[in-house]
């Protein structure tokens, strides 16, 4: 009987957990709003220490060892808050320079992943290669830049502009810093507010757009799958120049809540004129457990005056000699 009774007990717990667990497998499924969609609502971090893409002497190797993935993780943080000083004595930016001013550029929150790379097509984790008409229009368009960078407003970044960010643009992609979202739902809508840029207000009814004037983040519409959320944008304002892709440029999103902190967020990419093939990358999004706060980028672009007035100040200078 001594032996008898752990026995059963042992056995009853391992009954009870084998009943449960379909049980909260259920119950992550069913996760819903209170009219019946998924739920994916909430605030996360985009931060992954996978880059989007795979270094070059990882070849197909597409996921890290645990061990491997702490050494990999501590190498990159090392990299993005190094100190940035190139002369002795000299003060480093006091805006990009993480080290020095004790800044993170992951905000504190870092969804684990044991990936290479964001990139999981091509197996090389890698973007292909651009077409070459891709090629000739960057080389254009670069040229037509060549000596006319400070002009105006309208020949710097759309980022300098603060008009689009790599975690605003579909696909989303982790940024420098800021690199967080917000995901608000309605009936008939899900709206995606990335911290730096405009939202993305999506109807999910599958509706086809067409006929629309381009925007800068592309048109969207969405539709479930199950438990997924699928995003298609296509509309893309030909002067986004996003990796060097055209208006035609396709994006297929799929949002899926696998649990109560983590949406897998995966995407396709598609524009035959730019790229020789497409390609799909796949991260985590984690629960920021935080709010997000306003990123007043036009209000406060102190930046954008100064590079201007920097140039114009130059070109004074240079007409007294």
Same mark, same amino acid.
């Given at each position: 009987?001594?032996?008898?009774?752990?026995?059963?007990?042992?056995?009853?717990?391992?009954?009870?957990?084998?009943?449960?667990?379909?049980?909260?497998?259920?119950?992550?499924?069913?996760?819903?709003?209170?009219?019946?969609?998924?739920?994916?609502?909430?605030?996360?971090?985009? #931060?992954?220490?996978?880059? &989007? !893409?795979?270094?070059?002497?990882?070849?197909?190797? @597409?996921?890290? +060892?645990? =061990?491997?993935?702490?050494? #990999?993780?501590?190498?990159? &943080? !090392?990299?993005?808050?190094?100190?940035?000083?190139? @002369?002795?004595? +000299?003060? =480093?930016?006091?805006?990009?320079?993480?080290?020095?001013?004790?800044?993170?550029?992951?905000?504190?929150?870092?969804?684990?992943?044991?990936?290479?790379?964001?990139?999981?097509?091509?197996?090389?984790?890698?973007?292909?290669?651009?077409?070459?008409?891709?090629?000739?229009?960057?080389?254009?368009?670069?040229?037509?830049?060549?000596?006319?960078?400070?002009?105006?407003?309208?020949?710097?970044?759309?980022?300098?502009?603060?008009?689009?960010?790599?975690?605003?643009?579909?696909?989303?992609?982790?940024?420098?810093?800021?690199?967080?979202?917000?995901?608000?739902?309605?009936?008939?809508?899900?709206?995606?507010?990335?911290?730096?840029?405009?939202?993305?207000?999506?109807?999910?009814?599958?509706?086809?757009?067409?006929?629309?004037?381009?925007?800068?983040?592309?048109?969207?519409?969405?539709?479930?799958?199950?438990?997924?959320?699928?995003?298609?944008?296509?509309?893309?304002?030909?002067?986004?120049?996003?990796?060097?892709?055209?208006?035609?440029?396709?994006?297929?999103?799929?949002?899926?809540?696998?649990?109560?902190?983590?949406?897998?967020?995966?995407?396709?990419?598609?524009?035959?004129?730019?790229?020789?093939?497409?390609?799909?990358?796949?991260?985590?999004?984690?629960?920021?457990?935080?709010?997000?706060?306003?990123?007043?980028?036009?209000?406060?672009?102190?930046?954008?005056?100064?590079?201007?007035?920097?140039?114009?100040?130059?070109?004074?200078?240079?007409?007294?000699?």
């Amino acid at each position: 009987m001594k032996h008898t009774q752990p026995t059963y007990l042992v056995s009853l717990l391992a009954t009870l957990i084998v009943l449960t667990a379909p049980l909260h497998a259920c119950a992550q499924e069913q996760r819903k709003t209170a009219w019946g969609e998924p739920d994916l609502a909430g605030a996360y971090t985009e #931060f992954t220490i996978a880059p &989007l !893409e795979r270094p070059e002497e990882l070849g197909t190797k @597409e996921y890290f +060892t645990p =061990a491997e993935a702490e050494i #990999f993780q501590l190498q990159r &943080l !090392e990299e993005v808050n190094q100190d940035d000083e190139t @002369e002795p004595g +000299t003060q =480093a930016d006091v805006h990009y320079d993480f080290g020095t001013y004790a800044l993170s550029a992951n905000e504190g929150i870092t969804s684990p992943n044991l990936r290479t790379s964001i990139i999981i097509i091509p197996n090389n984790g890698r973007i292909p290669p651009l077409v070459p008409a891709a090629i000739t229009r960057r080389d254009e368009r670069a040229q037509a830049r060549l000596g006319h960078e400070f002009d105006g407003p309208e020949n710097r970044s759309l980022t300098e502009r603060c008009i689009v960010w790599p975690s605003t643009l579909p696909p989303i992609l982790p940024g420098g810093y800021n690199s967080n979202l917000q995901i608000f739902q309605s009936p008939g809508y899900v709206i995606i507010q990335g911290e730096m840029g405009d939202p993305r207000i999506i109807p999910t009814d599958g509706r086809i757009v067409t006929d629309s004037l381009p925007q800068w983040i592309g048109n969207s519409t969405g539709r479930w799958e199950g438990a997924t959320l699928v995003i298609e944008t296509t509309g893309f304002n030909d002067n986004t120049a996003w990796r060097n892709a055209t208006a035609n440029m396709h994006v297929t999103e799929w949002l899926t809540r696998l649990d109560d902190d983590t949406v897998e967020y995966r995407f396709r990419v598609e524009d035959p004129q730019t790229w020789a093939e497409p390609w799909e990358g796949v991260y985590p999004l984690t629960n920021l457990n935080a709010l997000l706060f306003e990123y007043a980028c036009t209000e406060g672009n102190y930046g954008m005056a100064n590079i201007l007035s920097g140039e114009r100040a130059v070109e004074q200078q240079a007409e007294k000699q």
